[in-house]
DNA sequence: GGTGAAAACGTTACGAG
DNA sequence: CTCGTAACGTTTTCACC
């Protein structure tokens, strides 16, 4: 369930992936600069780093706006049941759907967490039809718009220890 | 306030969107193939998408488990009162602080969403403190731990107009 | 981990539509 | 104004130390 990838990273590779989280546009010559390493060596870390999934993607970040998805929306749901093959079958439909930026499955007062991303209103209601009101499981949602979108991202800190 | 970059984005563009924010790395030779253009006009396009900000940044997405920090959380914050200053300085402070990895400001029952990362309780409770306690302008927090990160991604869908 | 040569890649100038 | 082709400079990759 959970296969970390149990590589070691040591101090040079944390300072790599600091750089290549904010940009993995820096060549290889700017990043050695700054970790005082060789090009070489640093493009055999990424390229480990890579393989063991501690790198597990590079993405460009693509505007929402420039996208026409110029909506966010936080929704959380909360199921009828909580029975295992019901919440597979959700989740698998989560990930198949394109609205869905994120979703999280959590504990506490609901137990699914959306990020979804929408053109307009009516968008977002075609959404919840779509997936929330053809499921009989779903006993309810709560929506909330988002304003502002403060800060968004993947990044990790990777600082102590 | 709506600095969308209008950059009229044809089916060229979208096809090449759509390609890069699932993997930056392809080469120019591998898009090109796959959108029907050369390796030049695929590369010409990208850098007008980069420098009308549709495409916002490259990065790499780093595995929270590999960088020490296996816990997630999602908070619901309530402020005490709106004002218009408090809220700046609440903001600001989340885009400082590091463990927090997206906020949202939003209409509904709370006033922001946080997405936090954490290495444990512990740590997550050192956050509460130090992000919550010694803000009197907080009414209140309600906190989800996420068990099962279903779906995480920045990408927008890019279809349909 | 470093070095250097070879291969792959991105960049740019040019002519054409 | 944008394409494709081709020459050019840069970056990555790989064998070797």
Do not use: W
């Amino acid at each position: 369930m959970s296969p970390t990838p149990s590589l070691n990273l040591d101090s040079f590779d944390r300072n790599i992936l600091e750089i290549v989280q904010r940009s993995n546009r820096a060549t290889s010559d700017q990043i050695a600069e700054q970790v005082g390493l060789s090009p070489a060596a640093v493009q055999r870390r990424l390229k480990k780093m890579r393989e063991h999934k501690v790198i597990q993607a590079d993405i460009s970040v693509v505007d929402p706006r420039s996208a026409g998805r110029p909506m966010t929306f936080v929704v959380q749901v909360t199921l009828e049941r909580e029975r295992a093959d019901l919440m597979d079958a959700f989740k698998k439909e989560m990930k198949l759907h394109p609205a869905v930026q994120q979703c999280y499955y959590v504990t506490g007062s609901s137990d699914f967490i959306l990020i979804i991303t929408g053109k307009d209103m009516e968008d977002y209601d075609r959404f919840t039809r779509e997936a929330f009101f053809d499921n009989t499981n779903i006993r309810g949602f709560q929506t909330n718009v988002v304003m502002d979108a403060v800060k968004v991202g993947l990044s990790v800190p990777l600082a102590e220890e």
